[in-house]
């Protein structure tokens, strides 16, 4: 997105605390003056001043966005950051030249500067449709749907102000949220497609209500008497519910996605394969290996897709020249009387195919080792593979002693088993140790 004018230099900051009496935490003032990033993502505990920033953060970018819009799922969710925002402006003299604020329905506020701030509803397509803000504030976002964060951000990059820059600010709880929400959470900790930064912001971190801070009696008593999990997710604004049942727990977006990993000309490319069985989707893995160290540089992924279709999408992406071997699911060899198996589809490339048998935990073990020696790195552009680090999970059961983990789930785990199969392949079992691949190597250009 556009970067002119991004946000208040020091000075303006300044003045705009004096103005509105501000005593911030230094994590709420860190969030407030973010102005690198397109999107803001706050995991608050509750009454950690989700809100309050929220509120804040959209009143200081009033001179540099004409257009903002306070959305959540029904009008009234964003009755407190709307009446924030007015209570800072009323500290300005002169400067709120029209409201709207009625019981039921749409909001408004309106400045000398030409500002409109409005309530949206998600469910009001209409005016999605036909407005384009420069800011979005999401209230409690993740209590809102995936696809309304979709249609906000599409919505965001056709401002009607392409001269400035377009944010959006999304704050939220970990606490009965949305699955969605502490996904792109994790992604936002590293680099991502969006320019996204997220922010944890603890309960205890309010210096109104917690002066004390975490030494809080209230907060001491809610940590020795709630679950680990549960605390995690309402006090302290971090997804631990989440991460305890992932199948790779060892997966860290600020470690593993990286910039770094893109595809390099030049060098050996590997394909690795699941097909998509049944309605799942078909995972095409393309990774370079240097030094040991394995780049995910790209993915095509697709559901109900034909061996045919994605052989043609992947000769169609520049890295096709480069690669040297495809390595797919053992299954691959079979075919039906009426048509050619998977592995012969891809074997009419002219490359070699390794069709191998790995089994599901065996897959699991190689993974979670190269992960946790950080030898794993992932293009922030392949946005399924990123999605499926954090959402395949083991299914739980509950037995007489408590809950037990059992086996992965049989969904969003399709690039996380074609990058298994290559692993396997290339390094070996992780109990015998690693092996070098040795023709994939920087120095060594294959051609």
């Known amino acids: 997105m556009h970067r002119d004018r991004a946000g208040p230099t020091t000075g303006e900051f300044a003045v705009w605390k004096r103005w509105l009496s501000l005593n911030l935490s230094p994590e709420q003032e860190r969030i407030v003056t973010d102005y690198e990033h ?14 309050f920033c929220s509120a804040l953060y959209t009143v200081i970018n009033l001179p540099y966005t004409p257009r903002v819009w ?19 402006l009323s500290r300005v003299p002169g400067l709120v030249t029209y409201v709207a604020a009625p019981q039921q329905g749409p909001r408004e506020i309106r400045t000398r500067w030409g500002n409109v701030i409005r309530t949206v509803s998600t469910q009001d397509e209409r005016r999605i ?22 249609r906000l951000w599409e919505r965001l990059r056709r401002a009607e102000r392409p001269d400035l820059r377009a944010w959006l600010f999304m704050a939220g709880t970990f606490e009965d949220g949305s699955p969605w929400y502490e996904e792109l959470y994790s992604l936002f900790e590293g680099d991502n497609p969006w320019n996204g930064k997220s922010y944890s912001l603890p309960t205890w971190k309010n210096p109104f209500l917690y002066p004390d801070g975490e030494a809080d009696p209230a907060i001491q008593q809610a940590k020795s008497t709630l679950p680990p999990e549960r605390f995690a997710a309402r006090f ?4 631990a519910a989440l991460r305890s049942s992932l199948v790779l727990p060892e997966f860290d977006p600020q470690k593993h ?19 998509g069985y049944s309605g799942s989707h078909y995972a095409v893995i393309a990774a370079q290996v240097f030094e040991g160290t394995v780049c995910v540089v790209d993915e095509i992924y ?22 040297r071997k495809i390595v797919m699911d053992i299954a691959a060899r079979q075919r039906t009387p009426a048509s050619q198996s998977p592995l012969q589809v891809w074997r009419a490339t002219g490359l070699p195919v390794v069709g191998r048998l790995v089994h599901v935990e065996a897959g699991i073990d190689v993974h979670r080792q190269m992960l946790a020696e950080g030898r794993i790195l992932v293009h922030p552009s392949c946005v399924n593979t990123l999605r499926e680090y954090r959402t395949w999970k083991r299914r739980k059961l509950a037995d007489m002693q408590g809950t037990v983990l059992t086996e992965p789930e049989k969904h969003n785990c399709d690039a996380m088993k074609a990058i298994q199969y290559g692993l396997y392949v290339e390094f070996g079992p992780a109990a015998r140790g690693w092996r070098r691949a040795s023709p994939l190597r920087r120095e060594r250009r294959w051609r």
């Open 70 to 88: 306070l959305v959540g799922a029904q009008y009234d969710d964003t009755r407190q950051e709307f009446e924030e925002i007015r209570r800072f």
């Open 257 to 275: 996605v990286s910039r770094d990993a893109a595809y390099r000309p030049g060098y050996p490319v590997c394909l690795w394969i699941d097909p």
């Open 236 to 239: 302290a604004g971090q997804p």
């Open 302 to 323: 697709q559901q109900y897709a034909s061996h045919a279709d994605m052989v043609n999408k992947a000769m169609a992406r520049p890295w096709w020249r480069d690669v």
């Open 129 to 150: 449709a036909r407005e384009g803000p420069n800011g979005i504030v999401m209230v409690e976002a993740a209590q809102q749907t995936r696809e309304a964060f979709d």
């Open 38 to 51: 397109d999107v803001i993502l706050v995991a608050g505990g509750i009454g950690a001043g989700k809100s």
